[in-house]
């Protein structure tokens, strides 16, 4: 279960206690801001406003979670064994 002010830092790879079907919401924002979408403003730009910014949420109705994703300055780092 997700709690309130919870903070996890992604790449390419699901956060391991993230939920799945959150991670399934969210991961094509992940990636477009972790590939550059950093640069420019996302939805158009016309309700956010601020670079490297993206708002979503899950799609569970009934649990609904809103999630702000944000850009740093991290490297990202391959801290798993990727699956080929």
Known sequence: MLREGQVFY???AKPES???EAWKAIYQYIFALAHGADKQ???YGDWIKTHGIAICSCNDGLRPV???LETTD???VINYKPVV
């Open 66 to 68: 809103i999630f702000k």
């Open 74 to 76: 991290e490297e990202a």
């Open 41 to 43: 403003v996302f939805y």
């Open 18 to 20: 993230l939920c799945d």
């Open 10 to 12: 992604a790449d390419y």
